[in-house]
């Protein structure tokens, strides 16, 4: 039988997830009072959704948010006035040098313009290098990039930092980003400049090398249209061979200069970019919604950085890794589509992932250390990867750069906490025995209808395992976290109907684990309506009707289920994080008892961690001993498992 890890790829998949959080940021909101589509903020629900598939739930739809809307299309051209001159810059052009002096233009500016609600922030915007001769080629082709701030600026936010539109893979330029590279205000939020986001493109397109004038292909955009679509960048306006050039440039060259100012990277360069986290998250910690994420929160972001520093030794073969590593994208597209068009998204999307994780591993060699915050909304106790870290990279590549670790995780988390605060007696039972993987015990559920195709029960073709157990895993996470059930059985059909056929979803709902948590899970439903709400492990309220707002906003058909559904899985949230805080438990004891301490959690991965031990088997019995302890406080089962790192083949 398949697959006995469990609770490590069910973390694997939210922690996929959360390199979207930092992929996705910075989107113009398509519609009016939800977040943009993909956006970065962590969710308090799992991202499993009605209407994705395996892919997208795999690649694309890292943590994301609503899905947009519009078809794809061409290029159009802007017919606003051009500015003709360059545009003075009010401050000096400093960020990427990790400046000591308040960053003025880093401020985050939530003025409403252009139809968008939503603010975008260079705060956001990682420092980023390039080795001395990539910036001299550049210069060769763009000889304004060394003596334009906005160009300069327009390279780093586009090409560098990255936002992509999951529908057409393009890159994404919100207004607030475009104001940042003229370097000046819009008119609309009381400054000078005239014509927005569309005037700053123009002015690229008429007055720089970026436009017809230059030795690239012209930069080409598509417009903006309120609650429709955002603006996209059809076309970057560089020239190829700076391109690649940018894609073949060696982190690891001792001649660097920062993008936004050509200035020589800092001897101090991971000191300075740490320092600067530091002082944004010091006060992180107040928004705590527990006691022990606070606790968990605070240790982590005061890990020492060396705890971390062995992955820089690794990042020569991530980068290999993820050259030749493939990208899933999902294949569906709207039929008015025409197919070649299609597939130009396809390929576009591959091409965006594989250059985020690029850049994310580049700049990994200059600054290790992840730091952590927890959800904007404040609901929810995990914390998340606030920079841009091993931790929002995909798991193969996260294990190519983490080799040097051991990986601990709640074995089937979700489930047992699911089964154990739900009273599902049935599913308890099969849970609570050390040798139950639900894997294999689904894949001998769906022995008859893979005999019916393949002619036996083992009959599945490798090459299918991964979309068979991707499209199960991702209707697990669906019944934990309150998905309707007829949706549950209707995306699994979609998903496994061209593998099993059209019974794949009804034949889920049969299982004897399954049908016992959706019968449980119902009467949690109407035990949360009939008491307004329920309690988190650390005896905290979680109110119905907060949540009852959050789904109207979300437009979601049954609102109340909805509802209830966002307060369950908050609640099962707040369970992980206690029963994961006996690391943290382990590690502060271990250190005020003994100054050389070899146990040290490196990074959080919610339901996982990956961990520096030298001696594990002495270490795990310590922390099965706690969690033991801690899981009967709380009334739960909870079992460790733990192996050590390898990276992929």
Request: glycine share 8%; aromatic share 8%; net charge neutral.
């Amino acid at each position: 039988m398949r697959g006995t890890q469990e609770g490590r790829e069910d973390r694997e998949r939210e922690q996929e997830t959360e390199r979207t959080r930092h992929t996705r940021e910075g989107r113009e909101q398509k519609h009016r009072n939800h977040a943009p589509n993909d956006t970065e903020t962590p969710r308090e629900d799992p991202s499993v959704e009605p209407g994705k598939s395996g892919p997208q739930r795999r690649e694309t739809a890292k943590d994301g948010g609503v899905r947009a809307g519009a078809e794809e299309k061409g290029a159009l051209r802007t017919v606003q006035p051009r500015p003709e001159t360059v545009p003075e810059q009010k401050t000096p052009d400093t960020s990427d040098d990790t400046s000591d002096k308040d960053d003025k233009e880093g401020d985050t500016r939530y003025e409403k313009g252009e139809g968008s609600d939503w603010g975008w922030t260079s705060a956001r915007l990682e420092p980023k290098t390039i080795g001395r001769e990539t910036w001299e080629k550049i210069v060769r082709h763009h000889s304004d990039f060394d003596t334009t701030a906005a160009v300069r600026r327009y390279v780093k936010a586009v090409v560098f930092n990255t936002w992509m539109d999951r529908d057409t893979g393009l890159p994404l330029v919100p207004w607030q980003m475009l104001e940042w590279v003229i370097g000046e205000r819009f008119a609309a939020n009381g400054g000078d400049w005239h014509g927005g986001g569309e005037a700053v493109l123009a002015w690229l397109h008429d007055q720089t090398s970026l436009g017809p004038s230059g030795e690239g292909p012209a930069i080409d955009w598509n417009d903006y249209k309120a609650n429709e679509r955002c603006r996209t960048i059809e076309t970057i306006g560089l020239h190829p061979g700076v391109l690649k050039a940018i894609e073949e440039d060696v982190p690891a060259d001792p001649d660097r200069v920062y993008v936004q100012t050509g200035n020589p990277l800092h001897e101090n360069h991971g000191y300075k970019v740490r320092t600067k986290w530091e002082e944004q998250l010091k006060d992180e910690v107040e928004g705590a919604p527990s006691e022990t994420a606070a606790r968990v929160l605070r240790h982590m972001n005061g890990q020492n950085s060396k705890t971390t520093s062995k992955i820089t030794d690794h990042v020569p073969e991530a980068l290999r890794h993820v050259h030749r590593r493939s990208y899933e994208v999902d294949l569906t597209w709207d039929r008015r589509m025409h197919f070649q068009a299609n597939m130009n998204r396809v390929e576009r999307i591959r091409g965006y992932q594989r250059r985020f994780d690029r850049e994310v591993v580049k700049g990994i060699t200059h600054q290790h250390k992840p730091f952590y915050r927890f959800s904007p909304d404040g609901r929810t106790d995990r914390i998340f990867s606030a920079n841009h870290s091993a931790l929002i990279l995909p798991s193969d590549v996260r294990k190519v750069l983490c080799q040097d670790f051991h990986e601990i995780d709640l074995k089937s988390a979700h489930l047992m906490i699911a089964a154990w605060l739900w009273g599902a007696d049935r599913a308890k039972a099969k849970l609570r025995r050390e040798d139950y993987s639900v894997w294999d015990d689904l894949y001998r559920h769906y022995g008859p209808l893979i005999t019916e195709r393949f002619g036996t029960p083992d009959g599945l073709p490798d090459s299918e395992w991964s979309n068979f157990k991707g499209a199960l895993k991702g209707a697990l996470y669906s019944v934990v976290f309150g998905m309707n059930e007829a949706n549950v059985k209707g995306n699994l059909t979609h998903e496994l109907k061209p593998l099993l056929g059209e019974e794949a979803g009804v034949h889920f709902g049969r299982h004897e684990l399954i049908r016992n948590l959706l019968d449980a899970r119902q009467k949690q439903f109407i035990q949360i309506q009939r008491q307004e709400g329920m309690k988190a492990a650390s005896g905290r309220w979680i109110d119905l009707r907060s949540r009852i707002k959050v789904a109207q906003r979300e437009g979601r058909s049954n609102v109340m289920q909805a509802a209830a559904a966002k307060v369950l899985g908050t609640v099962a949230q707040s369970y992980e994080m206690e029963l994961m805080s006996v690391l943290v438990d382990l590690e502060q004891e271990r250190e005020s008892r003994d100054a050389r301490n070899y146990f040290r959690v490196a990074f959080w991965l919610h339901d996982g961690a990956y961990v520096q031990a030298r001696s594990i088997g002495a270490r795990m019995k310590d922390l099965d001993e706690r969690l033991e302890q801690k899981a009967k406080k709380l009334g739960v089962h909870a079992r460790f498992e733990h192996e050590p790192i390898e990276p992929p083949n």
